[in-house]
């Protein structure tokens, strides 16, 4: 009989029942694997029976839902997560430890979702967990890829992509739901026809491929409410040819099946050639389609036909531009298949689908060729272009004159290409930017035209993380110590944190914190021996920049400091500075050539530091290879300095950096993105702010005038640390083996790492100095914490629900 009661007892007997009925195995014999899916099915057993009685009152709620698209969602491992939620932490806690589990072990067992990459998949996750234990009605919606991104190894001091097999041994969390899929045609072509006197179009000769969704339940912290992030996989319309199979083409049988499941297979597939383009536009339209499919079928469920009820009812959050044919989409949907005509459907469309931007980088604005999605997405291009018709002759009555060059830099096809961004804010209702300074960015220089026409649109809302999992189940040291302090209040309003405050001048609070860190760091060293068989001293300043590797975060900024501070040391034998680890958490796409360049320097720093035993008195370099979302719950507890060094401008938030922030991290970054509120926030005393501001950036690249090499020739200690790139310090066998980064810094040097390395230095000499006034930095680690209250993604989502979204939180009794 499945469980009905999660005390200890209970979930002690399911363990146990499950390894019997499952595996027929007793606790003794059982794998650490299969103890894993015992633990984590009892949970899911607990979440299942919230699931089922909040989908029986769902049944009956006329009220309005969200839907929240977005490309990936980087949940990580679930199962303490799950055990928080439930408020049974302690229950199952305490039952494996009565029967002698490990949970330590145990948890390692889980494997991390193959599901997103880096801070959009992360800040949709965190949405996940705030939305529903806000009680807000929501729905998730993604692909449920089947290789993800990449699993990274580290191989000859290179980056090398693996598969990362993350569904080998299922999913224990995960439902199928056959009931609700539906088909998605690509290709064919469009036939003009009349029925009942309207102009239709109907599609003939297109390849079909089924979306089937797998639904994962999200559970609100002690709530009612269980929400779904729904993953949609994707399959053949057509079974195998077994004619084409007995007669040996084995090939050619199953040729249709692997073409159609392709679509879900790789989160971010290379699009450097065409093939690779087309996979990504086949991605995106397959999961808006499946999704805006599945939406209408339910709002027709409940409320009938009343389309004009839509906006009412529903909101489609799209999570950048990835998810952008929702609006084509949507249109197809209402027109084609619902009967209405295009201005009642484009009127439902602009009330109904809200745009979160997340980048100001012009390169990093999504584009498709014309061509490419004429072929693919027939009747989406032929929407498209009537959509650009009507927001051309718009903006050519706004600008009274229809060949202002401002039409071309609003058009959504223009130049041969489909331009998602403009799409995005022309049909969508509201824009938001995800920090204040991303918010001003995108009104002043991004989308400037659209702002100066449709200023209502525009908001910043800036991100947040989710504190349950970024403090209480990866930091409970210091969860522990916070409600000792100041009781478990934070827990529901993280905000209260503040009250911590005071207890930054309590000398006995301080020595306590200290000891969290100094467990913490201990934790993280022994999480590394175990993966890398690389030893940390928890003495060491653990100074930690992880990130998705890009050259605008500047991890080459960190990268040249580190080479100066080593020349500093073995050239000076009177040199000291307080011992650091320089810890390295970062991916690189796989086609990007310079962010691979970059990983092969810090691997070559690291070795080089390892040769001199003085230098590894004072210096440590570390990449942690395959970061991922379970070596951050580790990493950042541990660490004592947030590296937060984009160029000024080109960050949209950030979330790492509250992360951070939250687990008592001191910050040197740059203002930009979220850093400039953690400083609002923290005070300039607790926090290290260095280089240019965005203004000047902006000044510069108008100006063109920036020399590179005038400060190369100025600065000796950075102009050895560059030639030292060269020159056979790092790499003796081949010396030019990461020579572009040398030139690019030298000669062309895009985001300002040398403009920037004065002050950087100069930043860090005051954290050298800061630290080792023990009490002054602990005073400056707990302000951080205390203060990061206001970047709990539950602030986030309430900003949303009152700026865009206006849905009624449920009124779901609480235990």
């Known amino acids: 009989m499945p469980t009905t009661k999660f005390d200890k007892e209970s979930i002690k007997q399911s363990i146990v029942g499950k390894l019997q009925r499952y595996n027929g195995k007793t606790l003794e014999d059982a794998t650490d694997h299969q103890i894993y899916y015992a633990i984590a099915s009892t949970v899911r057993d ?99 890829y089947e290789l993800g991104l990449f699993r990274q190894m580290l191989i000859d001091g290179q980056q090398v992509e693996m598969p990362d097999t993350w569904l080998e041994n299922g999913n224990v969390w995960e439902v199928a739901a056959p009931e609700d899929a539906c088909e998605v045609h690509y290709g064919g072509w469009l036939e003009e026809t009349q029925r009942d006197g309207k102009l239709v179009f109907v599609h003939h000769d297109y390849n079909t491929v089924i ?134 459907a484009s009127s439902i469309v602009q009330r109904t689908i809200a745009y979160t931007n997340h980048t100001v980088m012009s390169e990093a604005l999504e584009r498709w060729p014309e061509e490419m999605v004429r072929k693919l997405l027939p009747r989406i291009y032929m929407i498209l272009q009537e959509i650009n018709r009507r927001v051309c002759a718009r903006l050519a009555n706004v600008y009274h004159n229809g060949m202002d060059p401002r039409i071309a830099g609003q058009a959504i096809t223009a130049y041969n290409m489909v331009h998602m961004a403009n799409l995005c804010v022309s049909m969508s209702y509201s824009v938001n930017g995800v920090s204040q300074l991303h918010g001003d960015i995108l009104k002043e220089k991004t989308f400037h035209d659209y702002y100066q026409i449709m200023p209502e649109k525009f908001s910043a809302i800036t991100n947040g993380i989710t504190h349950r999992r970024w403090l209480m189940v990866c ?38 914190f200290a000891r969290v860190k100094r467990d913490n760091k201990i934790a993280f060293g022994n999480m590394l021996q175990g993966r890398q068989d690389i030893s940390v001293s928890p003495d060491f300043l653990f100074d930690v920049q992880a990130k998705r590797l890009h050259e605008y975060k500047r991890q080459l900024l960190n990268a040249l400091h580190i080479l100066v501070l080593y020349n500093r040391i073995m050239e000076d034998p009177s040199f000291t500075m307080q011992p650091r680890t320089f810890i390295f958490g970062a991916k690189a796409s796989p086609a990007y050539y310079m962010a691979k360049q970059i990983i092969r320097l810090l691997i070559a720093i690291s070795k080089l530091i390892d040769k001199s035993p003085r230098a590894r008195e004072m210096l440590q370099v570390v990449f942690l290879e395959n970061y991922d979302v379970s ?48 400083a609002e926030q923290v005070g300039l005393d607790n926090i290290y702010i260095f280089g240019m501001r965005v203004n000047t950036v902006q000044d510069l690249d108008s100006e063109g005038s920036y020399q590179p090499m005038h400060i190369y020739e100025s600065n000796a200690e950075l102009r050895k640390a560059l030639t030292q790139i060269i020159d056979g310090t790092l790499f003796p066998d081949n010396a030019a083996a990461v020579q572009d980064i040398y030139h690019t810094l030298l000669f062309s040097d895009h985001y300002y790492v040398l403009k920037d390395f004065g002050s950087y230095s100069m930043a860090q000499r005051r954290v050298d100095k800061d630290y080792q006034d023990r009490e002054k930095w602990l005073r400056m680690a707990i302000t951080n914490t205390a203060c990061s209250g206001i970047f709990s993604s539950d602030r986030t989502i309430r900003e949303y629900n009152e700026k865009i979204w206006h849905i009624a939180q449920r009124d779901l009794k609480r235990k």
């Open 46 to 144: 607990q979440i299942m029976q919230k699931w089922t009685e909040y989908r029986e009152k769902d049944k009956n709620y006329r009220g309005k839902r969200l839907y929240y698209l977005s490309v990936e969602f980087l949940t990580g491992r679930s199962l303490m997560c799950n055990a928080l939620n439930l408020c049974s932490t302690d229950a199952y806690m305490d039952a494996m430890k009565e029967l002698g589990i490990d949970w330590r072990k145990i948890v390692k067992e889980e494997p991390e979702p193959g599901l997103g990459n880096g801070g959009l998949g992360r800040l949709a996750a965190c949405f996940m967990d705030s939305l529903a234990s806000l009680d807000i009605p929501a729905m998730g919606c993604t692909i449920r």
């Open 631 to 678: 070596s951050a719950e580790c990493l950042m507890p541990a660490a004592d300095l947030s590296e937060q060094l984009s160029l000024a401008g080109k960050e949209a938030s950030g979330t790492g950096n509250m992360k951070f922030m939250m687990n008592g991290a001191v910050t040197i970054g740059t203002m930009d993105g979220a850093n400039v509120e953690i």
């Open 475 to 512: 930091n409970p040291g210091l969860a522990s110590l916070i409600n000792e302090a100041i009781g478990d209040q934070w827990v529901r309003d993280p905000e209260r944190l503040r009250d911590l405050l005071p207890f930054r001048d309590d000398p006995a609070f301080r020595d306590k």
């Open 211 to 344: 979306a089937v969704p797998y639904d994962m339940p999200v559970a609100g912290y002690d709530t009612d409410t269980v929400n779904t992030l729904r993953m949609w996989r994707a399959k053949s319309a057509h079974s195998m040819d077994l004619r084409d199979f007995n007669s040996g083409n084995y090939i050619r049988a199953m040729q249709e099946d692997e073409l159609a499941s392709v679509i879900s297979k790789v989160l971010y597939p290379e699009d450097n050639h065409y093939e690779g383009k087309e996979l990504r536009l086949k991605q995106h339209y397959f999961f808006t389609s499946a999704t805006l499919q599945y939406a209408l079928r339910d709002f027709k469920r409940r409320f009938g036909h009343n389309f004009q009820l839509i906006p009412e009812k529903m909101t489609i959050q799209i999570n950048d531009t990835h998810p952008g044919l929702a609006i084509p989409e949507l249109m197809r949907l209402l027109i084609d298949q619902e009967g209405l005509g295009w201005d009642e």
